[in-house]
Each structure stands twice: as structure tokens, then as C-alpha cells.
């Protein structure tokens, strides 16, 4: 299932907004070595490279097209590199003093499993920072499920739409306590305001639909029974999310833990 680092960056301020949120409440100072797991098309992990330019910052993700964008940013960033890596491959070096990873476990649906093992092997004074979205139960998404559920293409897309793997922030501060993290976890509803038309529809087809999309394009390569779901998936989302005078407010909320081994 591949990315596309175009229509993904169609709206990076309101997609980098969290990531800046979540990283003011890292207190390291000098870490050795940085990791943005899942870390897209680089940007973002950039400007931890500025935020600590002594420090090794490397960037991982699963993505090939993800990384040839980012991949260019480590020519104006001396201590910035990138690799092609699945999240659930990594474990940390001993060197590891700031984990970064933003809007990428919601992918990873092992990764309240993972946790404890990572954070056994992170140094100590490390500090290990979350955010994932926390819109399963939101109309976007109850949209999708149930446009996937109900048309001619149920069948093709049984099974493509996960359950949640997204904690709520209590059950993120319970897990990374447990694990000798002293722990700080939190939500955020952002209310943001879309232009244009069907911006909703756009917005979750550089992430969450993709399943879906590739789905559908692989059992029918014509296109046509795509179009048919994404008109129908459409007209619901216009009802959910009326266009107004300033734009479409497409609320969204956000779940992020923030954490350092005591
Ligand atoms: C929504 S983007 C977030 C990118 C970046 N962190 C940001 O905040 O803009 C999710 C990224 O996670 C990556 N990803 C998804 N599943 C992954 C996995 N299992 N291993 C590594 N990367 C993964 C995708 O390739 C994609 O670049």
C-alpha cells in the first residue's frame, strides 16, 4: 500500500501543527541520538535536526516514496539521516535519548505490545514522545466503515478497515508508568478549517482511506468501482460536515503521550 508524499502534504499545517505541540513538552537537553519513527516525508523530522544540531537525528519509515522526498533535506542538515525501516523492525540503540514518533503507531497495530520492549531498552534520561489520532468513532471514520460495509464492494473490503488500535491518554500514561516512564498524556480536539470542496473526502485520502483505495483499484483497475465509493462516501461526509461560510470545520481529535525514564 503505498504513500503519496503529494496529496499528504496537501495540508501540512494543520498535519505539523500536533507534531510541535507534542515536542515542546520534550525536557532533553543534547540527546546523543534522535528517532522520528514513522517520519514521512522528513520535514517535521528536520527540525528536531534544529532543535538539537549536535545531535544524530534519524528519520525511519516503511515508505520508499515517503523517503525519496525526505532523503534531500539531509544535504542542509549535517546531522540528519533517513532509512527505510518497518517500525515494528526497530528496537533502540543505547544511544537512543529522544523517540519521536507522530502520526504513525495508528499504522502499527502491535505497538501497545511493542512499547514495554522499547522502552526496557532506552537509555536512561531518554524521553519518548507520541501523538496518534484518536478519530475511530468520529463521522469520518463511522462514514467509512459503514460506506465499506454496506455497497457492492463489501466483500472486497471485508476485513481492510481495522479495528482501533488507539489508546485513550490514560491508557497511554497507565502503560508508559508501568514501564518506568514517569509520564504526562493528553487529547486535543483541533478544529480545523478546510477549503474547497470535499475537503474531507481529500484529507482522508492521504491517509486513512488508503487501504480502501488500494482495495478497490486492485479488484477493479478501470477506476469506476472507486468513483462509485468515493461519491457515495462523499455525500455523507457533505452531511457530517457541512461546507459554510469560512470553510468546512473538520474536528479532529488527537491522542498524545509524552514520557522520560525516571
Ligand atoms: C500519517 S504519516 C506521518 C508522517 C510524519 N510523522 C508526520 O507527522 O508528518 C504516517 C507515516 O508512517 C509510515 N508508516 C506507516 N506504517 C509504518 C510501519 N509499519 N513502519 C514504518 N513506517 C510506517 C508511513 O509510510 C507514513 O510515512
Redesign the pocket.
Request: proline share 6%; glycine share 6%; charged share 15%.
Given at each position: 500500500m503505498r504513500?503519496d508524499p503529494a496529496r499528504?502534504a496537501a495540508f501540512s499545517d494543520e498535519?505539523?501543527r500536533?507534531?510541535h505541540d507534542l515536542v515542546a513538552q520534550i525536557g532533553r537537553e543534547a540527546p546523543r541520538r534522535v528517532v522520528?519513527?514513522?517520519?514521512?516525508?522528513g520535514?517535521?523530522?528536520a527540525t528536531l535536526s534544529e532543535r538539537w544540531p549536535s545531535a544524530r537525528v534519524v528519520g525511519?519509515?516503511?515508505?520508499a516514496d515517503?523517503l525519496a522526498q525526505a532523503e534531500p533535506l539531509t544535504h542542509r542538515h549535517p546531522g540528519l539521516s533517513f532509512e527505510r525501516?518497518?517500525?515494528?523492525d526497530w528496537a533502540p540503540t543505547p544511544e537512543d535519548d529522544v523517540v519521536v514518533?507522530?502520526?504513525?503507531l495508528q499504522?502499527?497495530p502491535t505497538h501497545t505490545e511493542l512499547l514495554p520492549g522499547w522502552l526496557a531498552a532506552m537509555p536512561s534520561g531518554s524521553w519518548f514522545a507520541m501523538q496518534v489520532p484518536g478519530n475511530f468513532d468520529s463521522p469520518s471514520h463511522a462514514l467509512m466503515r459503514a460506506v465499506a460495509a454496506e455497497g457492492p464492494w463489501a466483500s472486497t473490503l471485508e476485513g481492510v478497515l481495522r479495528a482501533d488500535p488507539v489508546l485513550d491518554p490514560a491508557g497511554y500514561l497507565e502503560l508508559f508508568e508501568d514501564n518506568g516512564f514517569a509520564a504526562t498524556a493528553w487529547e486535543t480536539i483541533y478544529a480545523q478549517l478546510l477549503p474547497g470542496e470535499d475537503p474531507v473526502l481529500e484529507w482522508v485520502r492521504g491517509?486513512g482511506l488508503r487501504p480502501v483505495l488500494a482495495a478497490l483499484d486492485t479488484a477493479d483497475p478501470s477506476g469506476a468501482t472507486t468513483a462509485a465509493f468515493e461519491a457515495e462516501y462523499a455525500e455523507r461526509l457533505r452531511h457530517a460536515y457541512p461546507a459554510g461560510p469560512h470553510g468546512t470545520v473538520f474536528p479532529f481529535r488527537r491522542v498524545f503521550a509524552v514520557a522520560h525514564r525516571r
Open positions: 504513500w499528504y498535519r505539523s500536533p507534531f522520528d519513527l514513522g517520519c514521512g516525508p520535514a517535521l523530522t525511519m519509515d516503511s515508505s515517503m525501516r518497518a517500525i515494528e514518533t507522530n502520526a504513525a499504522w502499527v491517509t
